[in-house]
């Protein structure tokens, strides 16, 4: 019985076989080694649940530096793209991707059949750009009338199963209704929505709407953590909102934050007054389910906006401001970047935003080029067609953290100062000096000059030194007018008609005289370049020259019809006086003494 009882605690007791330490040993190295492999991919390959499907080869290690191992890592492995969004756009499709694309030229857009998900096409993306800071966009051409346009993303001769990029999303938003920017502006999310049918050039009533605030999607039934604010101003395309104040007390936990516009029932408006904010969480009580019935009539808008705390959009103190910058925004106009950049940089802008509208001219390399010769430009890419007002609203808050002054004016319109060239003066940094006598005025907040519209003058192809010195004849009396504001003292609705903005109540604008200070618009240039305009209009209140609509407005050209035809003696209109001001200026302070030509002519040589 004894000898029973011993060899039982023997049992129990008895230390781990060999075989029991080496499979818990094997364990915890297996475990060591995946760990291993997440910290290598965490700086490059942002892991995701829905869409980490890697395929390891391990090759035999030998000594290795972290940097060559990651690299031997980074090629072995070859991560699907994880589709945020899609955008359906008349002439394309916007996918919004959650990753940095380095290697665009080998990504393809995939689409399955309606009706057979196993038949499916690819094509080649048309272009990819870097977004916000924090994605990409990529544009897909249109399919064919019996594939899904809800296109997937699949790397060129790889084969990963592109169904991947699809699993986490396959919504498309149509562009006639969507909230598609948003930004911080101190205390308060400024929120950019195209279907709202504000009327053009007015303050709407905010009482209409409110802001939403969650991690996922507005149409998804799983919300997470939502709220709502309310909006404290609204006017065209843009709706102002409290920030909550779980964001306003820290930015940083709002990073990458979805936001929506909610249009408010008719009984919230005239009856009941919302809260600062109202707050849903996602689970069954009370509180939720009387907030749901109160609101259930609110329609919040699909939406693609997200709110990033960018520490590189930090204001400045007054006395590090750039005193000028400029703003503008363009599609397929790179060819005139370097005289209009390289001009009016020698007359005193410092600092250059240029948002762009869907390039596809390789203006990319046209601003890394001035960049790098210190013309200070930054590309921002806009792909919201249609939307100047929107995108000079969003260009005049992050351009207030950096400039005293803002210029908002396109790249076929050039300042000129006829007293100054009469009189023999100095030319330099003139544009500066104008706006820094009125930096410190307590009544001015815009400088309005009137622009002068230049015809083809007799030309039939682009002149080789530039719109300045080439187009030398125009209409006598002035068309409209641009705008220099000051981007602190706007009005909080950011309200603009693209020639100038509302401002604060107090603040006035200031009309300089013609005979001190005029744009030369060469509007109406040669038929090569003129017809792309028939093409796409970047405004979002001016109709398209392919449209029936508005022929006698001065957007249009007098007379030109709705088709891309080129008119008789095209060449010979819009002349009426000759004006060989700004020409003359030109060659006279900015041609090199030797050779004649023009700084931005020196690329050619």
């Not at 942002?46 to 290795?64: A, D, M």
């Not at 050039?414 to 009544?443: C, D, E, K, T, W």
Request: charged residues 25%.
């Amino acid at each position: 019985m004894e000898s029973e009882q011993r060899l039982k605690r023997k049992r129990i007791y008895r230390p781990y076989s060999r075989a029991q330490f080496l499979s818990r040993r094997s364990l915890i190295l297996c475990l060591s080694f995946f760990v291993f492999l997440m910290f290598l991919s965490s700086e490059r390959f942002p892991i995701r649940t829905v869409s980490f499907h890697p395929v390891v080869s391990v090759p035999s290690l030998s000594i290795l530096s972290k940097n060559s191992l990651q690299d031997s890592f980074h090629a072995k492995l070859r991560f699907p793209l994880s589709v945020e969004d899609r955008v359906l756009f008349p002439d394309h499709l916007l996918l919004l991707v959650s990753d940095k694309i380095d290697e665009a030229e080998k990504l393809d857009c995939v689409y399955h059949k309606v009706l057979n998900h196993k038949d499916v096409v690819r094509q080649r993306v048309l272009s990819v750009d870097e977004f916000d800071g924090f994605r990409s966009v990529v544009r897909c051409p249109l399919p064919a009338w019996n594939y899904s346009v809800a296109a997937g993303l699949m790397w060129r001769g790889h084969g990963v199963d592109y169904g991947l990029s699809l699993r986490s999303n396959r919504t498309v938003h149509s562009w006639d209704r969507l909230v598609y920017e948003a930004a911080f502006d101190g205390k308060t999310a400024v929120v950019f929505a195209k279907g709202l049918n504000l009327r053009p050039h007015k303050e709407s009533d905010p009482n209409r709407f409110m802001c939403q605030f969650g991690l996922k999607n507005s149409d998804e039934e799983d919300e997470g953590f939502v709220v709502l604010t309310e909006a404290i101003v609204a006017a065209q395309e843009v709706v102002r909102c409290s920030l909550p104040s779980s964001i306003r007390n820290n930015p940083d936990s709002a990073q990458g934050i979805r936001v929506t516009v909610v249009l408010a029932s008719r009984n919230d408006v005239k009856h009941v007054r919302m809260p600062s904010a109202v707050r849903f969480r996602n689970s069954r009580s009370y509180d939720y389910r009387r907030n749901r019935m109160r609101h259930k009539e609110n329609i919040a808008m699909p939406s693609v906006a997200k709110l990033y705390n960018s520490k590189s959009y930090q204001t400045k103190r007054n006395d590090e401001k750039f005193e000028l910058c400029a703003c503008t925004m363009l599609w397929n106009q790179a060819p005139a970047l370097r005289e209009w950049i390289m001009y009016h940089t020698w007359l005193g802008v410092e600092r250059w935003f240029i948002y762009d509208n869907n390039s596809d001219d390789g203006i990319q390399d046209v601003i890394e080029e001035l960049d790098f010769q210190d013309y200070n430009v930054s590309r921002h890419t806009w792909p919201w067609i249609k939307t100047q007002e929107a995108g000079f609203s969003h260009c005049a808050l992050r351009a207030r953290n950096e400039c005293k002054w803002v210029g908002f004016f396109d790249v076929d319109e050039f300042y000129y100062f006829p007293r100054h060239h009469r009189r023999g003066l100095p030319g330099q940094n003139l544009l500066r000096s104008l706006v820094a006598n009125y930096s410190s005025s307590r009544m001015i907040a815009e400088i309005r000059t009137a622009c002068h519209s230049f015809g083809p003058s007799g030309l039939s192809s682009p002149p080789l030194q530039g719109v300045t010195v080439g187009y030398t004849c125009r209409l006598q009396s002035p068309e409209r007018h641009k705008s220099i504001v000051r981007p602190d003292l706007l009005n909080e609705t950011l309200l603009n008609v693209v020639h100038h903005f509302q401002l604060k109540k107090g603040f006035r604008y200031l009309n300089v005289p013609e005979s001190s200070i005029i744009i030369n618009h060469y509007k109406y240039q040669v038929w090569e370049t003129f017809r792309a305009k028939f093409f796409r209009r970047v405004a979002t209140y001016v109709v398209d020259w392919q449209e029936n609509q508005n022929q006698g407005s001065k957007d249009r050209a007098p007379g030109l019809g709705t088709e891309a035809i080129e008119p008789p003696n095209w060449r010979k209109q819009f002349c009426e006086v000759w004006d060989t001001g700004l020409r003359d200026f030109v060659l006279a302070n900015l041609a090199d003494p030797a050779t004649g030509c023009l700084p931005w002519e020196k690329s050619l040589l």
